[in-house]
């Protein structure tokens, strides 16, 4: 199998305060890990891309400073949210792949991000 | 620029068959995904094709005509929980995964 597990499923917290959120690949060694948000009745927005060991990649758009995002081993990459303001709110995915060409993205069961 | 589109929304009856279209505009292309999203929860895969050609897996077909850049999912028999957003994604030559807009699918009793 490959699961990839996501903590906490929902979080509440207050404006300027910062969230942490863990990606994990349970059964498996993820060489490259994704970080998406998606607003209600929209699509995945990919946030950025995480090689184990290396800088993420973000897309054109996303604040590398308030996403921070690390990938300290081959099982987990983090996703903190900094300075966390109401239009943060949001459902934050993660996805694992096992390697550079393995066609499928496993996915995480999501993150519910309330900024109060 | 890299595009895919799909319906936005989709009604169907109880028992009937549905197809889902998807055209895609990509530099490059690794393979095709449809995933099954249910309201609040992560996608779910469903299939990938690579070749031209049907794949079929129980209830669900997926079809692709990558000269067309076009692709189907077919589901038959539905069933009332196959409501849900259904998304079509392309792998380009980087293999990073382009995401269509997602097609919501209201299945009528």
């Known amino acids: 199998g490959a699961v990839v597990s996501q903590h906490p499923s929902r979080v509440i917290c207050k404006s300027g305060t910062s969230v942490k959120i863990e990606c994990r690949s349970l059964?498996?060694?993820?060489?490259?890990m994704f970080w998406y948000r998606q607003f209600p009745k929209k699509s995945l927005m990919l946030m950025a891309t995480s090689n184990e060991g290396s800088k993420a990649t973000y897309e054109q758009g996303v604040e590398k400073d308030k996403f921070l995002i690390n990938h300290a081993s081959l099982t987990l990459s983090t996703l903190t949210v900094t300075s966390a303001h109401p239009e943060d709110s949001s459902f934050y995915i993660c996805?694992?792949?096992?390697?550079?060409?393995?066609?499928?993205?496993?996915f995480g069961p999501g993150t519910r991000l309330t900024v109060t | 620029g890299q595009n895919i589109d799909q319906p936005t929304e989709m009604t169907a009856t109880e028992g009937a068959i549905v197809q889902i279209n998807c055209t895609y505009q990509t530099s490059g292309f690794n393979g095709l995904f449809w995933y099954q999203q249910h309201a609040g929860e992560a996608p779910t895969f469903l299939s990938y094709?690579?070749l031209d050609g049907l794949e079929e897996k129980g209830r669900f077909s997926s079809f692709l005509s990558r000269s067309k850049g076009y692709s189907y999912l077919l589901l038959k028999e539905l069933q009332m929980k196959d409501s849900a957003s259904y998304l079509c994604a392309v792998t380009d030559s980087n293999y990073q995964l382009i995401w269509g807009a997602g097609t919501k699918l209201i299945i009528k009793p």
């Open positions: 094709n690579v």
């Open positions: 059964d498996f060694q993820a060489t490259t």
């Open positions: 996805s694992a792949r096992k390697d550079r060409v393995d066609y499928e993205q496993y």
